[in-house]
């Protein structure tokens, strides 16, 4: 059975660096089947994914429009884990972040707890 | 970017009730619609993936249907644990959307 267990800390001034990091247990961040997800959740923007990172012979990222100028998804094999980068955090980046796990086209299997992050001076 | 719009965005059901929810689409996504059921604080729960799979564990009283850009969850039999919000999203293409929510509560 997947586990997603995230970390990282829950509250940052504007301009700052978010970080967040989602260890991986009962799969590999490697996997030629699956894709490693960031979504975000927020009462102004509701649920919205951010990015991916996923490997198929090499290593592949899609972004969200809307984030794409600040954000960065990446693995770490090393570990079993990925990483959610926003440079620049605004309080409009306000939200609980989740990581999620999904394979081919069904769906986000498996998810990690949240993360409220906020952002306030 | 595909639009997801769900209706209602709320209703009320007592417990035995069916009730449905529908989900439409900006444009065709074939089946690649997904269903998840959220309750407060706790991250969203895969019910339905592919308009009509249910997922592993999931009890039968949930269904999907639906393709191209009109789609539904159907819940029989409404058991007090199914009170929540319901998202829709389609894995059509990149960026992956999600619907508003519908939030089912008690009556």
């Known amino acids: 059975q997947v586990q997603l267990q995230q970390s990282g800390p829950g509250l940052l001034k504007p301009s700052q660096t978010l970080l967040l990091t989602c260890a991986i247990s009962?799969?590999?961040?490697?996997?030629?089947?699956?894709?490693w997800t960031w979504i975000r959740q927020s009462p102004s923007r509701g649920l919205e994914w951010l990015g991916r990172?996923?490997?198929?012979?090499?290593?592949?990222?899609d972004y969200a429009v809307s984030v794409r100028s600040r954000i960065t998804v990446n693995p770490d094999t090393s570990k079993n884990q990925f990483f959610l980068q926003l440079n620049s955090v605004t309080p409009e980046d306000t939200a609980v972040y989740y990581c999620?796990?999904?394979?081919?086209?069904?769906?986000?299997?498996?998810w990690g707890q949240g993360t409220l992050v906020t952002v306030s001076s | 970017d595909i639009q997801m719009t769900q209706s209602p965005s709320s209703l009320s059901a007592s417990v035995g009730d069916r009730v449905t929810i529908t989900c439409r689409a900006s444009?065709?996504?074939?089946?690649?619609l997904n269903w998840y059921q959220q309750k407060p604080g706790k991250a969203p729960k895969l019910v339905i993936f592919?308009?009509?799979s249910l997922q592993s564990g999931v009890p039968s009283r949930f269904s999907g249907s639906g393709s191209g850009t009109d789609f539904a969850l159907t819940i029989n039999s409404l058991q007090p644990e199914d009170f929540a919000t319901y998202y829709c999203?389609?894995?059509?293409?990149?960026?992956?959307?999600f619907g508003g929510g519908t939030k089912v509560e008690i009556k």
């Open positions: 999620a796990r999904v394979r081919g086209t069904s769906g986000f299997d498996s």
């Open positions: 009962g799969d590999s961040v490697s996997s030629n089947s699956a894709a």
């Open positions: 990172t996923y490997y198929r012979s090499k290593w592949y990222n």
């Open positions: 444009q065709s996504i074939s089946s690649y």
């Open positions: 592919a308009a009509s």
């Open positions: 999203q389609q894995s059509y293409s990149a960026p992956l959307t």
